[in-house]
Protein backbone atom coordinates (compact mmCIF):
# COMPACT_ATOMS: atom_id res chain seq x y z
CA UNK A 1 0.00 0.00 0.00
CA UNK A 2 1.63 3.34 -1.11
CA UNK A 3 -0.54 5.49 -0.01
CA UNK A 4 0.19 8.39 2.74
CA UNK A 5 -1.15 7.42 6.28
CA UNK A 6 -3.65 9.58 7.46
CA UNK A 7 -2.59 12.32 9.97
CA UNK A 8 -1.76 10.50 13.47
CA UNK A 9 -0.25 7.46 12.20
CA UNK A 10 -0.87 3.78 12.93
CA UNK A 11 -3.23 3.32 16.38
CA UNK A 12 -2.76 -0.23 18.17
CA UNK A 13 -0.03 -1.96 19.95
CA UNK A 14 3.64 -0.32 20.02
CA UNK A 15 7.04 -1.70 21.32
CA UNK A 16 10.48 0.52 21.12
CA UNK A 17 8.64 2.99 18.80
CA UNK A 18 7.85 0.65 16.28
CA UNK A 19 4.16 -1.08 15.16
CA UNK A 20 4.37 -4.50 17.46
CA UNK A 21 1.13 -6.53 17.64
CA UNK A 22 -2.61 -5.06 16.75
CA UNK A 23 -2.74 -2.16 14.63
CA UNK A 24 -4.85 -0.38 12.35
CA UNK A 25 -3.36 1.56 9.32
CA UNK A 26 -6.02 3.78 8.34
CA UNK A 27 -4.95 5.35 4.86
CA UNK A 28 -6.57 8.58 3.35
CA UNK A 29 -8.26 7.24 0.71
CA UNK A 30 -10.84 5.58 3.42
CA UNK A 31 -9.24 1.50 3.26
CA UNK A 32 -8.53 0.63 6.84
CA UNK A 33 -6.34 -2.23 7.74
CA UNK A 34 -6.67 -4.22 10.85
CA UNK A 35 -3.86 -6.43 11.46
CA UNK A 36 -1.07 -7.89 13.77
CA UNK A 37 2.57 -6.27 13.51
CA UNK A 38 6.09 -7.05 13.83
CA UNK A 39 8.59 -4.48 14.38
CA UNK A 40 6.84 -2.17 12.17
CA UNK A 41 5.89 -4.36 9.28
CA UNK A 42 2.76 -6.60 8.97
CA UNK A 43 2.92 -9.59 10.65
CA UNK A 44 3.78 -12.95 8.61
CA UNK A 45 2.92 -15.07 11.58
CA UNK A 46 -0.53 -14.45 12.00
CA UNK A 47 -1.40 -14.39 8.17
CA UNK A 48 -4.29 -12.56 8.34
CA UNK A 49 -6.17 -9.35 9.06
CA UNK A 50 -8.85 -7.19 8.03
CA UNK A 51 -9.50 -4.60 5.28
CA UNK A 52 -12.31 -2.36 5.03
CA UNK A 53 -13.12 -0.30 2.34
CA UNK A 54 -14.82 3.38 1.74
CA UNK A 55 -17.83 2.04 0.02
CA UNK A 56 -18.36 -0.45 3.04
CA UNK A 57 -17.09 -3.60 1.79
CA UNK A 58 -15.20 -5.96 3.67
CA UNK A 59 -12.63 -8.88 3.30
CA UNK A 60 -11.38 -10.43 6.48
CA UNK A 61 -8.85 -13.45 5.69
CA UNK A 62 -5.43 -14.56 5.28
CA UNK A 63 -3.06 -12.46 3.40
CA UNK A 64 0.40 -14.15 1.08
CA UNK A 65 2.60 -11.07 -0.28
CA UNK A 66 -0.33 -8.27 -0.10
CA UNK A 67 -2.55 -10.58 -1.87
CA UNK A 68 -5.73 -12.11 -0.43
CA UNK A 69 -4.69 -15.90 -0.13
CA UNK A 70 -6.34 -19.08 1.37
CA UNK A 71 -9.58 -18.84 3.47
CA UNK A 72 -11.52 -15.88 3.78
CA UNK A 73 -14.93 -13.67 3.73
CA UNK A 74 -15.67 -10.40 1.54
CA UNK A 75 -18.58 -8.85 1.85
CA UNK A 76 -19.34 -6.52 -1.07
CA UNK A 77 -21.29 -3.10 -0.52
CA UNK A 78 -24.49 -4.40 -1.46
CA UNK A 79 -24.65 -6.94 1.03
CA UNK A 80 -23.23 -9.87 -1.08
CA UNK A 81 -20.92 -12.10 0.67
CA UNK A 82 -18.42 -14.96 -0.49
CA UNK A 83 -16.51 -17.17 2.19
CA UNK A 84 -14.03 -19.55 1.23
CA UNK A 85 -10.84 -20.00 -0.95
CA UNK A 86 -9.16 -17.25 -2.41
CA UNK A 87 -6.13 -16.90 -4.59
CA UNK A 88 -4.73 -13.60 -6.03
CA UNK A 89 -7.82 -11.55 -4.38
CA UNK A 90 -10.16 -13.46 -6.25
CA UNK A 91 -12.61 -16.35 -5.05
CA UNK A 92 -10.71 -19.47 -6.18
CA UNK A 93 -11.33 -23.06 -4.61
CA UNK A 94 -14.49 -24.02 -2.84
CA UNK A 95 -16.87 -21.32 -1.43
CA UNK A 96 -20.47 -20.03 -1.14
CA UNK A 97 -21.91 -16.94 -2.35
CA UNK A 98 -24.98 -15.65 -1.00
CA UNK A 99 -27.14 -12.52 -1.50
CA UNK A 100 -30.04 -10.59 0.46
CA UNK A 101 -32.52 -11.41 -2.32
CA UNK A 102 -31.60 -15.23 -0.80
CA UNK A 103 -30.10 -16.53 -4.04
CA UNK A 104 -26.85 -18.65 -3.06
CA UNK A 105 -24.22 -20.73 -4.81
CA UNK A 106 -21.95 -23.60 -2.95
CA UNK A 107 -19.01 -25.08 -4.98
CA UNK A 108 -15.81 -24.37 -6.92
CA UNK A 109 -14.99 -21.12 -8.04
CA UNK A 110 -11.53 -20.40 -10.56
CA UNK A 111 -10.28 -16.88 -11.13
CA UNK A 112 -13.24 -15.17 -9.07
CA UNK A 113 -16.28 -17.23 -11.81
CA UNK A 114 -17.99 -20.42 -10.94
CA UNK A 115 -15.85 -23.56 -12.36
CA UNK A 116 -16.16 -26.70 -11.69
CA UNK A 117 -19.38 -28.24 -9.86
CA UNK A 118 -21.26 -26.69 -8.05
CA UNK A 119 -25.15 -25.87 -6.72
CA UNK A 120 -26.98 -22.42 -7.39
CA UNK A 121 -30.18 -22.08 -5.48
CA UNK A 122 -32.10 -18.69 -7.20
CA UNK A 123 -34.49 -16.84 -4.92
CA UNK A 124 -37.17 -18.33 -6.49
CA UNK A 125 -36.68 -21.90 -5.33
CA UNK A 126 -35.17 -23.28 -8.82
CA UNK A 127 -32.36 -24.95 -8.54
CA UNK A 128 -29.61 -25.94 -10.80
CA UNK A 129 -26.70 -28.44 -9.31
CA UNK A 130 -24.07 -29.94 -11.98
CA UNK A 131 -21.07 -28.52 -14.03
CA UNK A 132 -20.28 -25.36 -14.21
CA UNK A 133 -17.42 -23.40 -17.03
CA UNK A 134 -15.87 -19.62 -16.73
CA UNK A 135 -19.27 -18.99 -15.03
CA UNK A 136 -21.76 -20.48 -17.13
CA UNK A 137 -24.05 -24.03 -16.87
CA UNK A 138 -21.46 -26.29 -18.52
CA UNK A 139 -21.52 -30.17 -19.25
CA UNK A 140 -24.04 -32.63 -17.34
CA UNK A 141 -26.42 -30.95 -14.91
CA UNK A 142 -29.63 -30.92 -13.21
CA UNK A 143 -32.30 -27.99 -12.82
CA UNK A 144 -34.98 -28.72 -10.24
CA UNK A 145 -37.98 -26.08 -10.55
CA UNK A 146 -39.61 -25.06 -7.48
CA UNK A 147 -42.72 -26.64 -8.97
CA UNK A 148 -41.56 -29.76 -8.86
CA UNK A 149 -39.89 -30.14 -12.35
CA UNK A 150 -36.92 -31.30 -13.18
CA UNK A 151 -34.52 -31.00 -16.53
CA UNK A 152 -31.65 -33.60 -16.60
CA UNK A 153 -29.38 -32.99 -19.52
CA UNK A 154 -26.04 -31.09 -21.08
CA UNK A 155 -25.68 -27.53 -21.01
CA UNK A 156 -23.50 -25.55 -23.26
CA UNK A 157 -22.26 -21.93 -22.34
CA UNK A 158 -25.36 -21.61 -20.12
CA UNK A 159 -28.37 -22.94 -22.50
CA UNK A 160 -29.52 -26.23 -22.17
CA UNK A 161 -28.91 -28.47 -25.24
CA UNK A 162 -30.39 -31.74 -24.95
CA UNK A 163 -31.93 -33.41 -22.26
CA UNK A 164 -35.33 -34.74 -20.69
CA UNK A 165 -38.16 -33.08 -18.46
CA UNK A 166 -39.07 -35.08 -15.21
CA UNK A 167 -42.12 -34.38 -13.57
CA UNK A 168 -41.97 -35.80 -9.75
CA UNK A 169 -45.98 -35.59 -9.67
CA UNK A 170 -46.57 -38.46 -12.35
CA UNK A 171 -46.27 -42.21 -11.56
Request: hydrophobic share 25%; proline share 2%.
Amino acid sequence: MRERVRKGGVPGEWRAGKKHGQGTLQLQSGLKYVCEWEEDRTSSAGGGGMLEFPDGAKHVGEWIAGKWQGQGSHTWADGTKYVGDFRECLPHGTGMYERLNGSKYVGQMQHGERHGQGMLEWHSGDKYSGSWVNGQMHGKGSLMFADGMTFLGQWEKGQSCGGEFINKNET
